[in-house]
């Protein structure tokens, strides 16, 4: 079974910083994909970034990027230029492919409540 | 595109009610529907997997009797709560994943607020 863990409960940060959320995972799948989703006060689930395992690059989306560490099973999102609006609760979220063209379900970390201060 | 339709978004009702929550991708088919519930700052908690024309498949410890999940088109899945307690009340959550194409991500509807009286 695979678990992804999110030691930060609650992370703080100055609007015009940069700030760091942490993930790691534990599977025994060699191919995998690992997603950063955020969740604002209304409560929807938005698709952040995400990232193949069989990829050494790591993604990147405007502001957001990750450092995939595969051999650490670390997945972390960094966050510049912070902005008001980028106040939420973030999971990182691991998946495998059913059947090599579909998505499995999602695991989902505890979540990481992240607050932009002006 | 790929929007996910979640209906209602809040309902509040006595116990001993049954309540049917609407999941529906609104400019896409979605073979698989996926159900969470979400307690306040709480990780998404996946319930079940629905398959279109086929049984639910469900997370163990989720009573399948009391969350009756219906996948009868390609577009529509429901979650029913049958006779809804207190202890119900929570955040549901579906999600579709497109049916065409390859690696596509799961769509998230809104969520329905259910508060059990």
């Known amino acids: 079974a695979q678990t992804v863990t999110q030691s930060q409960p609650e992370m703080s940060v100055q609007e015009a910083e940069t700030v760091t959320l942490s993930c790691t995972y534990d599977?025994?799948?060699?191919?995998?994909?690992l997603f950063w989703y955020k969740q604002p006060p209304s409560r929807q689930m938005i698709l952040v970034i995400r990232q193949e395992a069989y990829k050494q690059q790591n993604a990147t989306e405007n502001r957001f990027s990750v450092n995939f560490q595969k051999a650490a099973k670390s997945f972390s999102l960094k966050i510049s230029d912070s902005q008001l609006g980028d106040t939420a609760m973030y999971f990182c979220?691991?998946?495998?492919?059913?059947?090599?063209?579909?998505?499995?379900?999602?695991?989902f970390g505890q979540g990481t409540i992240l607050t932009v201060h002006p | 595109g790929a929007v996910v339709s979640q209906h209602p978004s809040w309902v509040i009702c006595k116990s001993g009610t049954s309540v049917k929550i609407e999941c529906r991708s609104l400019d896409f088919q979605a073979t698989t529907m996926f159900w969470y519930r979400q307690f306040p700052k709480q990780s998404l908690m996946l319930m079940a997997t629905s398959n279109e024309g086929s049984k639910a498949t469900y997370e163990q410890g989720v009573e399948k009797d009391k969350f009756l999940i219906n996948h009868a088109s390609l577009t529509l899945s429901t979650l029913t709560v049958t006779s809804a307690h207190p202890e119900d009340s929570s955040f549901y959550i579906c999600?579709?994943?497109?049916?065409?194409?390859?690696?596509?991500?799961?769509?998230f509807g809104d969520g329905t607020r259910l508060s059990i009286l």
């Open positions: 599977t025994s799948e060699n191919n995998y994909y």
């Open positions: 999600s579709a994943r497109e049916t065409a194409g390859i690696n596509q991500p799961q769509h």
């Open positions: 979220a691991f998946t495998t492919l059913i059947g090599g063209t579909s998505y499995g379900k999602l695991t």
